[in-house]
């Protein structure tokens, strides 16, 4: 059965710090991940997505994820934090065409 | 969320009363869903379907209906609403490239 967690229920930052929001996923092939984050009150915006081809997958915002096989993991970064980046952020993966699975979550507190 | 509609945004409902929850998309995808979010749990798949009439269960499918009459409808109902549907609901089309897209929410009380 596919599985993701997120090892971090809330992660807090200052402004210009970096960010790391980890996710480790399991599944008996390669799946499809992705990272959508959720600003207050608002719906699921896609950050970034890997679909098996470069393993560094860039997204929006500056944010970028590594895919790594042997470690099963799919980590968010980004190199300096901004205040607006303060949202819930999920990490999902789909087995299947259309079926995602979530993670549970992680919320990122910027701090000026 | 490109073309994903919702409707109500807000909705308060009082234990045994029914509702839909409407969902419509403009971007002609075969492909969409309900999930609902709790504080916690992420999002959970409730229903979903692969094109007009055909629809299947997903990980929390009890207490809800769906039905897929057009490529771009899918109504989630809501026979005889408990205090555990309490929840946000989000409505999903996916795209040509295996990203799907989110309405903006139902924001759903269960007195």
């Known amino acids: 059965a596919q599985s993701v967690t997120q090892l971090d229920s809330h992660v807090s930052v200052s402004e210009g710090t970096p960010v790391l929001l980890r996710c480790n996923y399991s599944?008996?092939?390669?799946?499809?991940l992705f990272w959508y984050v959720q600003h207050p009150n608002k719906g699921l915006q896609l950050l970034l997505k890997y679909t098996s081809a470069a393993t560094l997958v860039k997204g929006i915002n500056g944010f970028e994820a590594e895919f790594k096989k042997s470690e099963t993991s799919f980590h968010l970064t980004k190199p300096s934090a901004h205040m607006s980046d303060a949202a819930e952020y999920f990490c999902?993966?789909?087995?299947?065409?259309?079926?995602?699975?979530f993670g549970q979550g992680t919320t990122l507190q910027v701090k000026p | 969320n490109a073309g994903v509609t919702q409707t109500p945004k807000f909705q308060v409902l009082k234990t045994g009363q029914s509702m839909t929850l409407q969902c419509a998309q403009d971007?002609?995808?075969?492909?969409m869903s309900w999930y609902r979010q709790d504080p916690g749990m992420g999002l959970r798949l409730i229903h979903y379907?692969?094109?007009?009439?055909?629809?299947d269960q997903g990980e929390v499918p009890n207490g809800y209906n769906v039905s897929r009459s057009t490529t771009e409808d899918f109504p989630l109902r809501l026979l005889s609403a408990a205090p555990s549907q309490t929840s946000v609901y989000f409505c999903a089309v996916q795209g040509n490239t295996d990203t799907q897209y989110f309405g903006p929410g139902t924001r759903l009380t269960v007195l």
């Open positions: 599944s008996s092939y390669s799946p499809s």
């Open positions: 971007m002609n995808h075969e492909y």
């Open positions: 379907s692969v094109g007009a009439g055909i629809t």
């Open positions: 999902v993966v789909s087995p299947n065409t259309g079926k995602l699975i």
